[in-house]
C-alpha cells in the first residue's frame, strides 16, 4: 500500500479509532529524505498505530529499514540497517509542541493532517546516526586506501629509500669525524 501511504491523513480520526497500519514502502518514495538513503534500493517495513495520550493524539512507529548512507571517514555509500520503535506525539502548530507533556518525542502534523509515509520519513531521519561510519574497519574505505599507499611504495621500491638517506647520514658524520 505504497500508495496509501503517501495520501493525506486526518490524525486525529486515526488517533480516537485507534487505527493500525502494516506496510512496505521503498526508501526512495519517503518525503524529504536525503538522496543518498533511497539509492540503494532500499525499502522500510513499517508498523503504525495511532491513539489518545493526554488529549494528544500519538503514533507508535515501528520501522525496520535497509538504506544507504554516506560513510562519513571513506565518504562512500555504505548500507545501513536500522530497526527504530518509538512513541511519537501528534502536534498541530510548534505552540502545541510547546506544551507537550515532557518526554515526548513530537512530529508537526499541519492542521492534524499528514502522510503515514510523512511519519515514517520522520521516524526514519531520527533513527540514522549522525555522523554513519562502517563498522567495519575492513570495508572502510579510508582503511583500504592507506593499505594500497603501502603497497604501492613496497611495489616502487621506495622502501630502500631510507637506506639511502641513512648512508647519506652516516657519510656526513664520517666526514664531520674525519675534520
Ligand atoms: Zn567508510
Known amino acids: 500500500m505504497s500508495g496509501g501511504a503517501l495520501k493525506l491523513r486526518d490524525l486525529r480520526k486515526l488517533a480516537d479509532s485507534r487505527a493500525a497500519f502494516e506496510f512496505e514502502i ?7 529524505i536525503p538522496p ?8 522500510v517495513q513499517a508498523q503504525v498505530r495511532f491513539g489518545r495520550e493526554q488529549g494528544f ?23 545501513l540497517v536500522l530497526e527504530a520503535h518509538s512513541p511519537v506525539l501528534l502536534v ?8 507537550a ?9 499541519p492542521e492534524g493532517r ?3 509515509a510523512a511519519l515514517v520519513a520522520e521516524e526514519l531521519r531520527l533513527a540514522v546516526p549522525i ?19 603501502a603497497g604501492e611504495a613496497a611495489e616502487q621500491g621506495a622502501m630502500a629509500r631510507p637506506f639511502a638517506e641513512l648512508r647519506a647520514l652516516l657519510g656526513q658524520r664520517d666526514g ?4
Do not use: Y
Not at 521503498?26 to 524529504?32: F, Q, R, S, T
Open 101 to 109: 507533556p515532557a518526554g515526548w518525542e513530537t512530529i508537526l502534523a
Open 114 to 116: 499528514l502522510s503515514l
Open 26 to 32: 521503498p526508501v526512495d518514495k519517503l518525503p524529504d
Open 131 to 149: 555522523v554513519p561510519v562502517h563498522a567495519d574497519p575492513a570495508a572502510c574505505g579510508v582503511q583500504a586506501a592507506r593499505a594500497d599507499v
Open 36 to 43: 543518498e538513503f533511497g539509492s540503494g534500493d532500499g525499502q
Open 176 to 179: 664531520k669525524a674525519g675534520n
Open 92 to 99: 498541530e502548530t510548534e505552540r502545541e509542541a510547546d506544551e
Open 57 to 79: 493524539a500519538v503514533a507508535d512507529v515501528e520501522l525496520r529499514a535497509r538504506l544507504q548512507v554516506i560513510c562519513q571517514r571513506c565518504m562512500a555509500p555504505m548500507p
